[in-house]
């Protein structure tokens, strides 16, 4: 099979035009990934913090004033209102109003003076499992480091100031310091526009041709498979690079989310995930032979998955057996997994290779797929 | 790589099957260069698929033929390169403009770029839509965006043009326009295989092959036929004759 490189600019150059003219496909590709962008980065953020919540005193002590006070004072908490009885705080938990009822009883303080046992009861609002799960931990530790100072407090007034727990865990975080989800979530959202721009508008290239009778012409033309595909794909290919390079400045200037390893090492992964997305999308399209149908199946097999399957949005350590199965051919596994490395553990290709190694395998297959299929359907 | 003898066509028990059903049955005939060679048949004769066959779409499933010298089976890619093909659908791109498709043509047929202006000035020309250039392709009227079609058809001036019914759904002034085009590219040595429906078109034909069933009934000049269909009746009319032709029960004429 001989490669005319004059096809594949032919082609490619008609199919810029198509792009052009079809105002739909503009939007889909540049508009919905600066939306997305902005949805994802602002609303799909997946820390926890300013924890609403409210407390019932019935002490009315300094101490269980000050309690309080350091709950709001800290940057886990914010105090919202504090409610003459507990049918109130169950009232605002309800309505949503408040994520954490704390209620103070009567004679707390009297309690922890004589030695007795101090409860302190917490309602946490728990209708989504995650903030629910995350406020209880949160609460926890605040209660831990407030016991910890009535300790020290107290053994400072026996003069033992010296006394020191036995163990102390010193914890630091690595690669993401201030746990911000953030730093995780640009790479996820990299991985899903290229699959947007890369397989779902794909889909429709090859469908259209049939639909509107060209797919004859193109037939009678001296021209093969590999060179027809290859020139519907390079327009592709330039915009989904000029989205991701839209996506890491958007990131960097809204988000502050900085790459820490190499932009290069980045545009090589790209440009394989991307390669991987074309093949696929061409793959399905001449498949379907009609858009509507490609463009289901795409929405299916490449962009779900990859907002899905992919450990972006949900932990894959956490699914069960048969989705992890099926998360290893999921190619934005790989994608996020190399991001992941480079923007925030700034390893190098001696740790990532694996991966790209498994894109460069999807996207052989893929694409020798794709001719194969085209020949087939008499290219 | 041409040959030079004077058939530019020549098939031999041509065959294709589609499953248990028989599109083309063992068609032979052969046009000599320069030719307009008319293919009539009624709808679901095997006209198109043999047109197919010829232009290196399909693959033949038995026997054997030549185009342009080479084979249909083995070489289509060089037959794609030396012919002409416009299908009965009118398959342009209708969001490009006429000039953009042109281009596109001119890309996939290896014309030389240096040529590119003047095919193109060549190409609106000839079917006057020059003023049209930059309009899109969908606001042409039917009849302008066949004479596009035929144009792109053209411009890497082939040896021989294929036309699958290239008249249809095109009125009578038109027509005859686009007859008196076709003998002119026949007068430059340009061979024409075209498929029709319409009788009086097919008397513009040098030869005739007619076919019913995917098997050639009758081949011959126009008059050789009617005198054959209708013999001892002067005056017989090659819509007579196509018609005895096709209710006649099945035996191969064969050249």
């Known amino acids: 099979m001989l490669i005319h490189p004059r096809n594949v600019q032919a082609v490619a150059r008609k199919e810029f035009y198509h792009i052009v003219r079809d105002y739909r496909s503009l939007y889909m590709a540049f508009a919905l990934p600066l939306v997305l962008i902005l949805l994802f980065g602002y609303a799909l953020s997946l820390d926890v913090d300013n924890v609403k919540v409210v407390v019932v005193d019935h002490d009315r002590t300094d101490l269980s004033r000050d309690f309080a006070s350091r709950l709001d004072a800290s940057a886990y908490f914010r105090l919202v209102a504090t409610l003459p009885d507990d049918r109130a705080a169950a009232a605002w938990l309800d309505a949503g109003r408040a994520t954490i009822a704390l209620i103070i009883p009567p004679r707390w303080t009297e309690a922890i003076r004589s030695n007795r046992e101090a409860p302190l009861q917490v309602l946490i609002d728990a209708s989504d499992p995650n903030i629910g799960s995350i406020s209880r931990g949160y609460i926890n530790s605040f209660v831990e480091r407030y016991n910890r100072r009535l300790l020290a407090d107290f053994l400072d007034r026996q003069g033992l100031e010296n006394l020191h727990p036995p163990v102390e865990g010193r914890v630091r975080v690595w690669f993401n310091e201030e746990l911000e989800s953030r730093n995780f979530i640009v790479p996820g959202i990299i991985a899903v526009i290229i699959m947007i721009v890369g397989a779902m508008l794909t889909s429709l290239v090859i469908a259209r041709e049939y639909e509107n009778g060209t797919m004859e012409t193109i037939r009678s033309l001296p021209i093969n498979a590999f060179e027809f595909l290859t020139g519907k794909a390079i327009p592709y290919f330039l915009i989904g690079m000029t989205d991701v390079l839209a996506a890491l400045l958007m990131g960097q200037l809204l988000f502050g989310v900085v790459m820490k390893g190499s932009f290069w090492l980045m545009i090589l992964a790209s440009s394989l995930y991307l390669s991987v997305a074309l093949g696929l999308g061409l793959f399905i399209s001449i498949a379907a032979k009609s858009q509507l149908v490609a463009n289901q199946i795409a929405l299916l097999v490449s962009y779900l998955p990859a907002l899905l399957l992919s450990d972006f949005v949900f932990p894959v350590e956490n699914m069960p057996r048969i989705l992890q199965a099926v998360t290893c051919v999921v190619p934005a596994t790989y994608y996020i997994d190399i991001l992941n490395g480079l923007f925030l553990r700034n390893v190098g290709i001696g740790y990532l290779w694996p991966s790209y190694l498994v894109l460069l395998a999807m996207f052989a297959v893929g694409a020798a797929a794709a001719v194969v299929k085209m020949r087939k359907e008499g290219l | ?255």
């Open chain 2, 1 to 255: 790589m041409t040959t030079r003898n004077a058939e530019i066509v020549s098939v031999r028990d041509l065959e294709k099957r589609f499953g248990d059903f028989i599109a083309v049955n063992r068609v032979t005939f052969s046009i000599a260069r320069g030719e307009i060679f008319g293919f009539l048949g009624p709808n679901g004769a095997g006209k198109s698929t043999t047109i197919r066959m010829l232009c290196g779409i399909i693959t033949p499933s038995a026997g054997t033929g030549q185009v342009a010298g080479f084979d249909v089976v083995r070489q289509s890619e060089s037959i794609k390169q030396t012919i002409g093909y416009m299908s009965q659908k009118f398959s342009l791109y209708e969001d490009l403009t006429p000039a953009e498709n042109i281009r596109f043509y001119l890309g996939i047929y290896s014309v030389p770029e240096r040529q590119w202006e003047e095919r193109t000035r060549w190409a609106l020309d000839t079917a006057r839509l020059q003023e049209m250039r930059d309009r899109l392709t969908r606001e042409l009227p039917p009849g302008w965006r066949q004479r596009l079609a035929l144009a792109c058809a053209l411009l890497h001036r082939p040896e021989i043009l294929f036309l699958d019914e290239p008249t249809s759904g095109v009125d009578p002034i038109t027509r005859r326009r686009f007859w008196e085009f076709i003998r002119e590219l026949a007068g430059q040595g340009i061979t024409v295989f075209v498929t029709t429906h319409y009788m009086d078109e097919a008397l513009n034909c040098d030869r005739i092959v007619m076919i019913n069933e995917g098997r050639v009934v009758a081949i011959g000049s126009p008059g050789e036929i009617i005198a054959e269909a209708c013999p001892g009746e002067a005056g017989a009319t090659l819509n007579e004759a196509f018609i005895r032709l096709m209710t006649k029960p099945k035996e191969g004429v064969m050249e």
